[in-house]
């Protein structure tokens, strides 16, 4: 999608929010920002979801924390008011050989500087198509924070709206956040292996499709974990068929300045229709390392899920383990699309 059409997109949500702002106003109530409506969006979970729009005029709003997913160099040359970097290494590591593991130690020393509390109402963008926002999204889900929402089209849409950018980072007061995990938010290879084929759990395998049939292999072994059904991330996105590529050029294609909002929820109720995936099922994500895989967890939050679950292990661990059982060839519920990238 290009910027002139994002604009226009991204222009209609702002007026629409603006007009719901002012009939709240007439009608005497003041609303917090964890009350203010996501108009006609649709989304069944939509407090999960806001826009650029709603960012810009609530900024200011006391206990509200935004956060910049990108790298330190970009944060530097320009960012949202106000927002604390946190780039993707502040929250994972490798841990016994495998990739963008949850790191305890690191995410507690992350929260506390950015001066996230337990009642703070965190906002999150990136310029990778809501990858990178998405991993913290399921990271502070994991460790028990209740108000986290993502930025539709993110950085992107906030440079395509022509909104107010800064170069200085903000002051912020630290926090000892008591962290505290949430079991159910988590699968490890254990209880995967345990699952499958059970009825009423489906596991969800966001990578390319060339990863999933095993024509690319990113691991010792290529393929999918048994019984999985495969939901493209970048299928959520419009503009996402842009970046479907197996090769190093992939970040660059999405860190350009296009803007990639997600499909209306509509839509994004027919990916999961084809896959046969309702709310009252227990759900677990994965991908090669829990990224992509992460914005297939938020995605189905968004969408009303409530038991989901994320393999933080991934294909990185299920992959390179001779122990775990391997399928190869295509989804027969899924639709063949073009290839993009492991993360």
Same mark, same amino acid.
């Given at each position: ?32 920002? /964890? ?9 069944? &979970?939509? !407090? ?9 005029? &609530?900024? /200011? ?18 960012? %949202? ?6 780039? =993707? +290494?502040? *929250? ?5 050989? *495998? ?7 690191? =995410? ?18 990136? &310029? ?15 460790? +028990?924070?209740? /108000? %986290?929402?993502?930025?539709?089209? +993110? ?39 345990? !699952? ?6 489906? *596991? ?20 999918? *974990?048994?019984?999985?059904? &495969? ?41 999961? /229709? ?26 189905? !939050? ?5 038991? =989901? !679950? ?15 059982? %391997? ?17």
């Amino acid at each position: 999608m290009g910027r002139r059409g994002v604009a226009r997109r991204l222009s209609r949500a702002g007026a629409l929010l603006l007009l719901t702002a002012l009939l709240a106003c007439q009608a005497g109530q003041q609303q917090p920002a /964890d009350l203010m409506p996501d108009p006609g969006s649709g989304y069944p &979970n939509a !407090r999960l979801l806001v826009d650029v729009h709603w960012l810009a005029e &609530n900024l /200011d709003e006391p206990g509200l924390r935004v956060v910049d997913m990108r790298s330190a160099d970009a944060y530097a040359r320009g960012h %949202v008011p106000g927002a604390v970097n946190v780039p =993707v +290494g502040q *929250i994972a590591s490798t841990v016994d050989g *495998i990739p963008l593991e949850f790191d305890h130690d690191k =995410v507690q020393d992350t929260l506390n500087r950015a001066g996230i509390g337990p009642e703070t109402t965190v906002v999150i963008y990136d &310029n990778l198509g809501m990858m990178d926002a998405a991993r913290f999204f399921w990271t502070l889900e994991y460790v +028990g924070h209740g /108000d %986290v929402r993502l930025v539709d089209g +993110g950085w992107n849409a906030w440079q395509a709206s022509g909104l107010p950018t800064e170069t200085e980072t903000p002051e912020v007061e630290p926090t000892t956040y008591p962290l505290r995990v949430d079991a159910d938010k988590l699968a490890t290879a254990d209880e995967v292996l345990a !699952r499958l084929h059970e009825p009423g759990v489906t *596991i969800v395998d966001a990578r390319s499709p060339q990863e999933y049939t095993g024509e690319v292999a990113l691991a010792e072994r290529g393929g999918h *974990i048994p019984g999985a059904v &495969n939901l493209v991330w970048l299928e959520a996105l419009t503009g996402g068929d842009t970046v479907y590529t197996v090769d190093p050029r992939w970040r660059a294609e999405l860190e350009d300045e296009d803007v990639e909002l997600l499909k209306p929820a509509d839509e994004i109720q027919m990916l999961l /229709d084809d896959l046969g995936l309702t709310p009252e099922q227990e759900v677990i994500t994965y991908c090669h390392t829990l990224w992509r895989g992460a914005h297939v967890y938020y995605l189905l !939050r968004l969408m009303g899920y409530e038991d =989901v !679950r994320g393999y933080d292990g991934s294909w990185a661990e299920w992959g390179n383990h001779p122990d775990l059982p %391997v399928v190869t060839g295509p989804d027969p519920r899924g639709q063949e699309s073009p290839a993009e990238p492991g993360q």
